[in-house]
């Protein structure tokens, strides 16, 4: 099973609405990360966020993450049809060698 | 702006044969890793490397090798290739494994 996930599988919204993906992980960490992916390309970093930290922000994007409950959250406000793109979260297990991404959520963004 | 560079970005080979896959950064990151991407599993270490000479093995490295020469490049390799390897393949860099890592535009492999 998945180590880190994200929820739901996909979501549509119009220009100007907001939209949230959710991350659940299974391990202790040090930080999580958000990245987003469009087609065609290499996924980029959003936000990274970590242990300490409950919330973070980055223009219109803003992270939150709950260590008791081990999730995340990847809010996105007045959405515009560039932000149409795969989201993955990524854990960095302790004692890890390396990131975890998840599966991914689907978010498509229409005029 | 950190930059990753791959090649070739579109690879057709055949079932036996050898595939070397390519990667650069211009970031002087100590770490890079390789993964592939496939619908339904996200992405996936395959190999990984701390630095020039170092190399590791990832969560499914069957079946591939990586070589790292330099600082600046870090290569995949599939001796025998075969179709279960038809994916698509991202190179990242990164300071450390807490940090941000930058990933290439990927490479898509066909094997047939």
């Known amino acids: 099973s998945q180590l880190a996930e994200e929820n739901p599988w996909a979501l549509s919204v119009h220009e100007g609405e907001s939209v949230t993906v959710n991350c659940s992980y299974k391990?202790?960490?040090?930080?999580l990360q958000w990245y987003r992916q469009k087609s065609g390309e290499g996924p980029a970093q959003l936000i990274l966020i970590r242990s300490n930290e409950r919330e973070k922000r980055n223009g219109r994007l803003r992270a939150t993450l709950d260590t008791s409950s081990q999730s995340s959250s990847l809010s996105i406000t007045a959405t515009r049809c560039e932000d149409t793109a795969v989201y993955f979260c990524a854990t960095d297990e302790e004692g890890g060698r390396a990131l975890i991404f998840g599966t991914g959520t689907t978010v498509s963004v229409s005029p | 702006e950190a930059a990753v560079t791959q090649s070739p970005r579109n690879k057709v080979a055949v079932t036996g044969g050898k595939v070397t896959l390519s990667c650069n950064q211009t970031n002087n990151h100590n770490n890079m890793y390789w993964y592939r991407q496939d619908t339904g599993h996200g992405l996936r270490l395959i190999h990984y490397?701390?630095?020039?000479?170092?190399?590791e093995k990832g969560d499914i490295p069957d079946g591939y090798k990586a070589s790292r020469p330099s600082q600046e490049n870090f290569s995949l390799i599939l001796e025998l290739a075969t179709p279960s390897q038809t994916s698509v393949y991202f190179c990242?860099?990164?300071?450390?494994?807490?940090?941000?890592?930058?990933f290439g535009p990927g490479t898509r492999l066909l094997v047939l």
């Open positions: 990242a860099s990164g300071e450390g494994r807490q940090d941000t890592q930058y």
């Open positions: 391990t202790s960490i040090t930080a």
């Open positions: 490397s701390y630095g020039a000479g170092s190399t």
